[in-house]
T-cell receptor, first 117, second 113 residues
Framework: AQTVTQSQPEMSVQEAETVTLSCTYD???????LFWYKQPPSRQMILVIRQEAYKQQNATENRFSVNFQKAAKSFSLKISDSQLGDAAMYFC??????????????FGTGTLLAVQP | DTGVSQDPRHKITKRGQNVTFRCDPISEHNRLYWYRQTLGQGPEFLTYFQNEAQLEKSRLLSDRFSAERPKGSFSTLEIQRTEQGDSAMYLCASSLDSQAEQYFGPGTRLTVT
């Protein structure tokens, strides 16, 4: 069974600085997706960024980028130029890409990011 | 496209009562998922529909839980004889076959007293 581990329960960053959130996962599959979702307090979960396992190039979305190390099964999220609105719980998630599968998301336990003004 | 909606947003009930939650997915999305999120944890998969067919149920979904998706549109999740351990946020998500990502609703927070 696949598992996702986020070893940093809480992180803090100064506004305008850069922070990296860690995620490791375990799978025997070779074709899958990885995601970072953001869940602000009392608000719904939104997708931040996704990575397809067969793509070697790391995904980037504006100030958000990932460091995907497939062999090490590591998938970290870097937030550059942190803003107050980035404060939220961040979840790393895994999804198989095998045809016919449910494609359910498997989540880590989350990292609570605080942004200090 | 108004996004995924869920109703109610909050529900307080007494132990032993039945509750029902509704999820309206994004209109053209054929896949619908229910997850449960307890405090300090990531969401955990409960069940999955492709159109109107319920194709997978987690072991977390005891026989007190039932979900439906009539006509492949909205879905309902019913919990019978609620227990305090059922207190959680119940999240609904939807997607298309062609999409990797799932889009989440705001959730229904259930408190069982």
């Amino acid at each position: 069974a696949q598992t996702v581990t986020q070893s940093q329960p809480e992180m803090s960053v100064q506004e305008a600085e850069t922070v990296t959130l860690s995620c490791t996962y375990d799978t025997s599959e070779s074709d899958y997706y990885l995601f970072w979702y953001k869940q602000p307090p009392s608000r719904q979960m939104i997708l931040v960024i996704r990575q397809e396992a067969y793509k070697q190039q790391n995904a980037t979305e504006n100030r958000f980028s990932v460091n995907f190390q497939k062999a090490a099964k590591s998938f970290s999220l870097k937030i550059s130029d942190s803003q107050l609105g980035d404060a939220a719980m961040y979840f790393c998630a895994y999804r198989t890409n095998y045809g016919g599968a449910t494609n359910k998301l498997i989540f880590g336990t989350g990292t609570l990011l605080a942004v200090q003004p | 496209d108004t996004g995924v909606s869920q109703d109610p947003r909050h529900k307080i009930t007494k132990r032993g009562q039945n509750v029902t939650f509704r999820c309206d997915p994004i209109s053209e999305h054929n896949r619908l998922y229910w997850y449960r999120q307890t405090l300090g944890q990531g969401p955990e998969f409960l069940t999955y529909f492709q159109n109107e067919a319920q194709l997978e149920k987690s072991r977390l979904l005891s026989d007190r839980f039932s979900a439906e998706r009539p006509k492949g549109s909205f879905s309902t999740l019913e919990i019978q004889r609620t227990e305090q351990g059922d207190s959680a946020m119940y999240l609904c998500a939807s997607s298309l076959d062609s999409q990797a990502e799932q889009y989440f609703g705001p959730g229904t927070r259930l408190t069982v007293t």
